[in-house]
Nanobody, 115 residues
Framework: QVQLVESGGGLVRPGESLRLSCSVSGSVFSFEAMEWHRQAPGKQRELVASYPRWGSRRYAAFVEGRFVISRDITKNTVDLQMNSLQPEDTAVYYC?????????WGQGTQVTVSS
């Protein structure tokens, strides 16, 4: 059974940084991709960054150059370093693992950017 637990969200001011972490448990050694998504109030959930098992990391255009997705094999986490945060980055951030035809989601962590 795959379980994902996000952490690291919070309230920050514009221009500040946050690092989100997704702790992954279960057998995911053959994962297709590990991703971060976000959902702002009244909006659809959208892809933020993807860490595929094969190939290059991908980012949404709106975070390119500001966010970095990484994977820590020793800690079994997938992290999202978020820099230069703006109010429009306010959302619940979710971790996703794609494994075969299955998708596993975390419960989400709130990120609020406000002055």
């Amino acid at each position: 059974q795959v379980q994902l637990v996000e952490s690291g969200g919070g309230l920050v001011r514009p221009g500040e940084s946050l690092r989100l972490s997704c702790s992954v448990s279960g057998s995911v050694f053959s994962f297709e991709a590990m991703e971060w998504h976000r959902q702002a109030p009244g909006k659809q959930r959208e892809l933020v960054a993807s860490y595929p098992r094969w190939g290059s990391r991908r980012y949404a255009a709106f975070v390119e150059g500001r966010f970095v997705i990484s994977r820590d094999i020793t800690k079994n986490t997938v992290d999202l370093q978020m820099n230069s945060l703006q109010p429009e980055d306010t959302a619940v951030y979710y971790c996703l693992v794609r494994l075969g035809t299955s998708e596993y989601w975390g419960q989400g962590t709130q990120v609020t950017v406000s002055s």
